[in-house]
């Protein structure tokens, strides 16, 4: 006879608690625990730079299920409770309190968390980073105040922070050391179109430029750059990207490479325990490399793929990196997973916000962006997926339906 099975879930973020929800659906019928270091129930977090920052969003909407959920569903969720330790050995995790748990199968959903810029001033009051509901009130309550605000790092976090602030009112400054907003993973053009969408806004964007140290009494009041400038402030926000919070993995020995280390069935180098969301490094079989995404959507989906898996389901996780961000009136989504490409082809009309920008390398399309253009990414995803041979020409040209060009070899 079986002893019942207990499936533990470290991390109770997104892709946790859709573990835990997909658990159940698949007609899992043993013990779930699922433990997140946070006092909040699992939430989402894209509204704490937007909507739920700008205070137009109330705290119970970002959650991603009801408070009775758990309870109905029979998942012991465990608030407030970090696992120190893993013993991937005896299957064991051991909680803060001293508690020990036996599971038979084991998900790591840690996620990733702010880097922390190691500057003179950075512990004065008012330097702040987003990551929690906590932070993003925290930065709501600046926004309430009024005056000015520098961000410090044009990624995603920034831009948003920053399109957030002005919108409430904010003076707002942005200082990044690239060239352009975004250069990382959109690259000189796009960057350059997210820069003239904050500069249309006000805001002032100090480019090419590092932040050296933070001055003030026991705030911050001035943001020292690197190029001698001093600017006035009444709060700054630090959004230099996040890195993903390995040290329990380490700890117990898993391989490590970029994040937690994982095969195409998201199971990591421990027999039993796999891993999903940011936290993860996973083999993926559309790129034939391992790749770590620190996307709403991929903790959406990777965290109940990992859940079938634990199942015994043996299904790779296949699906292309997608995420979006909502900055002013600009809406967009991307799609694929371009590191380096040979140009960047417009369709549509970018004066007007209204397009796709394609990232291509040869003639194959990597990734797809559409700004304020909607319903498009099945066939974004198609043409990179089918690997469809592309002519710039017929790819800019907005009157060749875009389902035309990916036609060629779909189902
Ligand atoms: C402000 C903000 C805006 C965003 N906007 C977008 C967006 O517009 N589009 C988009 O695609 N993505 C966006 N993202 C990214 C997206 O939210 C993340 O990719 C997603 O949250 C990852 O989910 P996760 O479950 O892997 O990890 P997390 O959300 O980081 O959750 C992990 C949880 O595990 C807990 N934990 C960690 N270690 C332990 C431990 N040892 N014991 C117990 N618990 C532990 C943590 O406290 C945390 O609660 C945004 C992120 C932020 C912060």
């Not at 995603?156 to 250069?183: C, D, K």
């Not at 095969?263 to 940011?278: I, Y």
Request: with cysteine; net charge negative.
């Amino acid at each position: 006879m079986a002893a019942e099975q207990t499936f533990v879930i470290v991390g109770g973020g997104m892709a946790g608690a859709k573990a835990a929800e997909t658990l159940r659906e698949e007609g899992f019928d043993g013990r779930i625990v699922l433990i997140g270091a946070e006092s909040l129930r699992p939430y989402e977090r894209p509204p704490l730079s937007k909507d739920y920052l700008r205070g137009e969003t109330e705290q119970e909407k970002v959650h991603v299920h009801s408070e009775a959920y758990y309870g109905e569903h029979d998942i012991d969720l465990r608030l407030g409770r970090e696992v120190s330790r893993l013993d991937t050995g005896s299957r064991e995790v051991t909680l803060d309190d001293g508690e020990t748990l036996r599971y038979d199968r084991l998900l790591l959903a840690t996620g990733a968390e702010p880097r922390r810029l190691p500057i003179p001033g950075a512990d004065l009051d008012g330097v702040l980073y987003l990551r929690t509901v906590p932070d993003s009130d925290r930065i709501r309550e600046r926004l309430d105040r009024g005056g000015s605000l520098v961000v410090v790092g044009a990624g995603w976090i920034g831009a948003e922070v920053a399109a957030s602030a002005r919108q409430r009112g904010m003076e707002v400054t942005i200082v990044e050391p690239m060239s352009v907003p975004l250069e990382r993973v959109l690259g000189p053009e796009m960057g350059a179109f997210y820069r003239d969408v904050h500069a249309d806004q006000g805001v002032r964007l100090l480019l090419g430029t590092g932040v050296e140290g933070f001055e003030g009494g026991t705030a911050v009041e001035r943001v020292r750059t690197n190029d001698g400038q001093t600017l006035d402030c009444d709060a700054v926000v630090v959004g230099v990207g996040v890195k993903p919070r390995t040290a329990l993995a380490e700890a117990a020995g898993l391989a490590m490479g970029d994040g937690v280390l994982a095969d195409e069935l998201l199971q990591t180098s421990a027999e039993g325990v796999f891993a999903a969301g940011d936290v993860v490094s996973a083999q993926h079989p559309f790129y034939g490399q391992r790749i770590r995404v620190e996307h709403w959507a991929n903790a959406l989906e990777q965290g109940p793929a990992a859940a079938r898996n634990m199942l015994g389901a043996g299904a790779p996780y296949d699906k292309l990196p997608y995420f979006f961000s909502d900055q002013y009136d600009v809406g967009m989504e991307y799609a694929g997973y371009a590191t380096s490409w040979d140009r960047v082809v417009v369709r549509g009309d970018l004066a007007g916000r209204e397009f796709i920008a394609f990232w291509l390398a040869g003639d194959r399309v990597l990734a797809g962006m559409n700004v304020n253009v909607w319903d498009v990414t099945d066939t974004i995803q198609r043409l990179i997926r089918e690997r469809v041979a592309i002519d710039d020409r017929r790819l800019a040209d907005p009157d060749v339906p875009l389902d035309e060009l990916a036609g060629a070899g779909s189902d």
